[in-house]
């Protein structure tokens, strides 16, 4: 779930290279059914998207206990102080900082699944 077309098919091509599967919405309909129907155990949510901020999903997703089993990952290119421990308090897992680079965010990525899948 990402506002910039560009990036999200860079972060795309750098996922998918690795052998991850990626999927993108970014309408507030198409997110909340994707949520609760697919159910992924990852994701990457940028925090100003256009009809629905991330933190309001991160919200959307603990108030209907859509967290467990589940790790988030939030981006934004504003690294304020308050975002990020919103982002944390909401249940995100981590906090990536545009731009930036392919191997922090395969770092992130590998780091997270780990911690899901080894309870690190």
Known sequence: MESDRLLSDFMV?????F???????????????YITEKRPRLYIIDVFLPQWNGLEIIQYMQENELLSGTRVIVISAFGYQEVVQQAILNGASDFLLKPFEKQTLLTKVRTQLIELYHGG
């Open 13 to 17: 091509l750098i996922l998918e290279e």
């Open 19 to 33: 052998g991850f599967k990626i999927d993108i919405v970014s309408d507030k309909t198409e997110i909340q059914a």
